[in-house]
Nanobody
Framework: QVQLVESGGGLVQAGGSLRLSCAAS????????MGWYRQAPGKQRELVAA???????NYADSVKGRFTISRDNAKNTVYLEMNSLKPEDTAVYYC?????????????WGQGTQVTVSS
């Protein structure tokens, strides 16, 4: 079992910055990948950024160059630094932790944190 606790988020003007944090507890040693997803009203949840235990990262095209995902292994925490925010970044952001491989993959989710970008 993995528990994820998110913090950060809030209301910011366009062009501003926010940082999200996600702390993992429980069987965090089993986590292969951690990432952030977001879901805007009426839209499907989408991957924003992810980082693997090996250190590789990937980003949605819409956030490349503006968002940075990082992790502090000592604190079992992953961060999402969001710069140059746009109104279209408004969504509920969810932390994700993936364990297992292939057919044994399992996703854990945080409770979500609201990010609102005003124009």
């Amino acid at each position: 079992q993995v528990q994820l606790v998110e913090s950060g988020g809030g209301l910011v003007q366009a062009g501003g910055s926010l940082r999200l944090s996600c702390a993992a507890s429980g069987s965090f040693f089993s986590i292969n990948r951690m990432g952030w997803y977001r879901q805007a009203p009426g839209k499907q949840r989408e991957l924003v950024a992810a980082t693997t235990s090996g250190g590789s990262t990937n980003y949605a095209d819409s956030v490349k160059g503006r968002f940075t995902i990082s992790r502090d292994n000592a604190k079992n925490t992953v961060y999402l630094e969001m710069n140059s925010l746009k109104p279209e970044d408004t969504a509920v952001y969810y932390c994700n932790a993936r364990t297992g491989l292939g057919s044994l993959e399992y996703d854990y989710w945080g409770q979500g944190t609201q990010v609102t970008v005003s124009s």
